[in-house]
């Protein structure tokens, strides 16, 4: 069936894909097909830091690239990465709605309950209603998938993972939490990896972790100072493999 030349699109920062997530982008994905429009996903790359919405941002539970990998999983028609440089981050909110018609010719938006944009987050849910009979477009709004009683968010998962909370993390995540290789130095023969601070990833607190590199499973050491956190494995490394977190050791 050829598609129309409208567009459905899903728009979120998208850090650390869980299950709300999934619940959103799923649905967009339905939406296009039932209304016959081209499917999208939208996030977000943030060119400083100062640009991001707050400083809960400044860690990453999943690196820009992976983010991208995992979205284009979903094997929608596009994923559009729009850069939040100094001028896109001060759009008023109907701006950043004018671009979305005019570049990507929205017809349906399907975004979370708690989902802000424009110059300062000033715009949300309601703004986008509000013009969606002016600029021809409808809103489709997600509520918050729970757990425990709790809505779950990538904040929710940035403090569980701050916590060493793997588990409970990991039930939210869609993947396991991972420090992938090419994000980190490891000193194949001391079996020591590092991760500097300056980076802009999320390492768990200092701990015991059962993790995984490749088929095999190590007990991993994270021992962390000024300069940065120390992954010290209890045997040798396999060679470029990802860190993936099974649980806290006990």
């Not at 979120?12 to 939406?31: A, K």
């Amino acid at each position: 069936m050829i598609k129309t030349i409208g567009s459905c699109i899903a728009i979120g920062n998208f850090d650390g894909i869980h299950v709300g997530h999934d619940v959103l982008i799923r649905r967009m994905i339905d939406l296009s097909k039932e209304r016959n429009l081209k499917s999208i996903i939208i996030t977000f790359k943030y060119v400083r830091n100062d640009l991001k919405k707050s400083s809960m941002n400044l860690k990453y539970i999943n690196s820009p690239e992976t983010k991208l990998e995992i979205l284009k999983s979903y094997n929608v028609d596009e994923v559009i990465e729009i850069e939040l440089n100094e001028i896109i981050s001060k759009y008023s909110p109907e701006q950043f709605i004018k671009l979305l018609v005019d570049d990507y010719n929205a017809k349906n938006i399907v975004v979370g309950y708690n989902f802000t944009f424009g110059h300062k987050a000033s715009g949300n849910i309601n703004t986008l209603k509000e013009f969606q009979d002016k600029y021809g477009y409808r809103v489709e709004e997600i509520p918050p998938v729970k757990y425990n009683g709790i809505a779950v968010s990538s904040s929710l998962v940035r403090t569980l993972l701050n916590e060493g909370k793997i588990n409970e993390a990991n039930t939210l995540l869609l993947n396991k939490y991972t420090i992938y290789n090419d994000e980190l130095n490891i000193n194949y023969n001391k079996n020591i990896g590092f991760v500097d601070n300056k980076s802009s990833i999320l390492v768990p607190p200092d701990g015991k972790y059962i993790v995984k590199l490749g088929s095999k499973e190590y007990i991993l050491n994270i021992v962390s100072n000024k300069s940065g956190a120390a992954l010290i494995f209890d045997k040798e490394v396999e060679e470029n493999k990802d860190i993936v977190f099974i649980n806290k050791a006990s």
